[in-house]
Nanobody, 121 residues
Framework: QVQLVESGGGLVQPGGSLRLSCAAS????????MRWYRQAPGKQRELVAS???????DYADSVKGRFTISRDGAKNTVDLQMNSLNSEDTAVYFC???????????????WGQGTQVTVSS
Protein backbone atom coordinates (compact mmCIF):
# COMPACT_ATOMS: atom_id res chain seq x y z
CA GLN A 1 0.00 0.00 0.00
CA VAL A 2 1.29 3.43 -0.99
CA GLN A 3 -0.31 6.78 -0.41
CA LEU A 4 0.44 10.44 -1.00
CA VAL A 5 -0.77 12.94 1.58
CA GLU A 6 -0.77 16.65 0.85
CA SER A 7 -0.92 19.57 3.24
CA GLY A 8 -0.50 23.31 3.29
CA GLY A 9 -3.35 24.66 1.22
CA GLY A 10 -5.57 27.50 2.33
CA LEU A 11 -6.70 31.06 1.74
CA VAL A 12 -4.11 33.72 0.94
CA GLN A 13 -4.27 37.30 -0.25
CA PRO A 14 -2.95 38.31 -3.67
CA GLY A 15 0.79 38.72 -3.52
CA GLY A 16 1.09 36.28 -0.65
CA SER A 17 2.85 32.96 -0.32
CA LEU A 18 1.96 29.38 0.53
CA ARG A 19 3.96 26.21 0.83
CA LEU A 20 2.44 22.87 -0.11
CA SER A 21 3.88 19.60 1.08
CA CYS A 22 3.34 16.04 -0.09
CA ALA A 23 4.57 12.94 1.71
CA ALA A 24 4.69 9.47 0.21
CA SER A 25 4.48 6.47 2.49
CA UNK A 26 4.15 2.73 2.23
CA UNK A 27 6.00 -0.07 0.47
CA UNK A 28 8.33 2.15 -1.55
CA UNK A 29 11.53 1.03 -3.23
CA UNK A 30 12.19 4.29 -5.04
CA UNK A 31 10.43 7.40 -6.26
CA UNK A 32 11.07 8.62 -9.77
CA UNK A 33 9.22 11.70 -10.99
CA MET A 34 7.29 13.82 -8.49
CA ARG A 35 5.01 16.53 -9.76
CA TRP A 36 2.43 19.07 -8.77
CA TYR A 37 -0.70 19.57 -10.84
CA ARG A 38 -3.62 21.89 -10.35
CA GLN A 39 -7.19 22.06 -11.49
CA ALA A 40 -9.27 25.21 -11.42
CA PRO A 41 -13.08 25.10 -11.59
CA GLY A 42 -14.22 24.36 -15.11
CA LYS A 43 -10.69 23.78 -16.39
CA GLN A 44 -8.57 20.77 -17.16
CA ARG A 45 -5.92 19.59 -14.77
CA GLU A 46 -2.57 21.14 -15.67
CA LEU A 47 1.02 20.38 -14.81
CA VAL A 48 2.52 23.06 -12.57
CA ALA A 49 5.97 21.75 -11.65
CA SER A 50 7.95 18.54 -11.92
CA UNK A 51 11.06 17.08 -10.37
CA UNK A 52 13.02 14.03 -11.48
CA UNK A 53 14.94 11.71 -9.22
CA UNK A 54 18.10 13.16 -10.75
CA UNK A 55 17.23 16.63 -9.53
CA UNK A 56 15.98 18.24 -12.74
CA UNK A 57 13.01 20.54 -12.42
CA ASP A 58 10.57 22.09 -14.83
CA TYR A 59 7.74 24.58 -14.51
CA ALA A 60 4.69 25.77 -16.35
CA ASP A 61 5.31 29.14 -17.96
CA SER A 62 2.59 30.67 -15.81
CA VAL A 63 4.47 29.93 -12.57
CA LYS A 64 8.11 30.29 -13.59
CA GLY A 65 9.96 32.59 -11.25
CA ARG A 66 7.21 32.39 -8.63
CA PHE A 67 6.98 28.70 -7.71
CA THR A 68 9.75 26.38 -6.58
CA ILE A 69 9.53 22.59 -6.37
CA SER A 70 11.84 20.77 -3.99
CA ARG A 71 12.07 17.21 -2.76
CA ASP A 72 13.69 15.33 0.07
CA GLY A 73 14.70 11.88 -1.08
CA ALA A 74 15.31 10.61 2.41
CA LYS A 75 11.84 11.62 3.59
CA ASN A 76 10.00 10.87 0.33
CA THR A 77 8.51 14.34 0.29
CA VAL A 78 8.01 17.02 -2.31
CA ASP A 79 7.18 20.63 -1.56
CA LEU A 80 5.89 23.47 -3.68
CA GLN A 81 6.79 26.96 -2.53
CA MET A 82 4.39 29.43 -4.10
CA ASN A 83 5.16 33.15 -4.03
CA SER A 84 3.51 36.22 -5.55
CA LEU A 85 0.20 34.39 -5.75
CA ASN A 86 -2.63 35.82 -7.79
CA SER A 87 -6.25 34.88 -8.38
CA GLU A 88 -5.35 32.73 -11.38
CA ASP A 89 -3.46 30.41 -9.04
CA THR A 90 -6.71 29.49 -7.29
CA ALA A 91 -7.22 25.77 -7.79
CA VAL A 92 -7.06 22.37 -6.19
CA TYR A 93 -3.43 21.27 -6.17
CA PHE A 94 -2.55 17.59 -6.56
CA CYS A 95 0.66 15.78 -5.83
CA UNK A 96 1.72 13.01 -8.23
CA UNK A 97 4.49 10.44 -8.05
CA UNK A 98 5.91 7.58 -10.06
CA UNK A 99 6.79 5.02 -7.44
CA UNK A 100 8.60 1.72 -7.76
CA UNK A 101 7.09 -0.55 -5.18
CA UNK A 102 8.28 -3.32 -2.98
CA UNK A 103 8.39 -6.25 -3.29
CA UNK A 104 7.52 -6.62 -6.98
CA UNK A 105 9.69 -3.78 -8.30
CA UNK A 106 6.96 -2.47 -10.56
CA UNK A 107 6.33 1.25 -11.10
CA UNK A 108 2.92 2.73 -10.48
CA UNK A 109 1.42 6.21 -10.66
CA UNK A 110 -0.07 7.71 -7.53
CA TRP A 111 -2.09 10.84 -6.82
CA GLY A 112 -2.73 12.71 -3.63
CA GLN A 113 -6.22 13.70 -2.57
CA GLY A 114 -5.75 17.35 -3.48
CA THR A 115 -5.51 20.51 -1.41
CA GLN A 116 -7.41 23.72 -2.07
CA VAL A 117 -5.52 26.95 -2.67
CA THR A 118 -7.63 30.09 -2.82
CA VAL A 119 -6.12 33.47 -3.62
CA SER A 120 -8.52 36.25 -2.72
CA SER A 121 -8.66 39.55 -0.89
Amino acid sequence: QVQLVESGGGLVQPGGSLRLSCAASGSIFSINAMRWYRQAPGKQRELVASSTSGGSTDYADSVKGRFTISRDGAKNTVDLQMNSLNSEDTAVYFCYADITRLPNGRTYQYWGQGTQVTVSS
